[in-house]
């Protein structure tokens, strides 16, 4: 059974920074992509950040310049490297991965607050 464990959420005073992490665990094969989502209150799920097999990578305009997504394929271990936080960045932040077989998996979630 595939489990991804996100961490690195928290509070953070705006324009600080958090580095997300997101591992995947059990018999995952041929991951496709990795990315992060996000949800903030009474709002859509929308994805923040992707990165493919071959380390294309595409931003929401929002975070582009600010957040910087990587992988670590040796460890099924997704980053999400977010700087110059702003209050609208407040959300839960979900890891999704996909791979070439059509399976797509999500983790719980982890919160993110900015805030004074």
């Known amino acids: 059974q595939v489990q991804l464990v996100e961490s690195g959420g928290g509070l953070v005073q705006p324009g600080g920074s958090l580095r997300l992490s997101c591992a995947a665990s059990?018999?995952?094969?041929?991951?496709?992509?990795m990315g992060w989502y996000r949800q903030a209150p009474e709002k859509q799920r929308e994805l923040v950040a992707a990165?493919?097999?071959?380390?294309?990578?595409n931003y929401v305009d929002s975070v582009k310049g600010r957040f910087t997504i990587s992988r670590d394929n040796a460890k099924n271990t997704v980053f999400l490297q977010m700087n110059s936080l702003k209050p609208e960045d407040t959300a839960v932040y979900y890891c999704?991965?996909?791979?070439?077989?059509?399976?797509?998996?999500w983790g719980k979630g982890t919160l993110v607050t900015v805030s004074l």
């Open positions: 059990g018999s995952i094969f041929s991951i496709n992509y």
């Open positions: 999704n991965i996909g791979t070439r077989f059509g399976s797509v998996y």
């Open positions: 990165v493919t097999s071959d380390g294309s990578t």
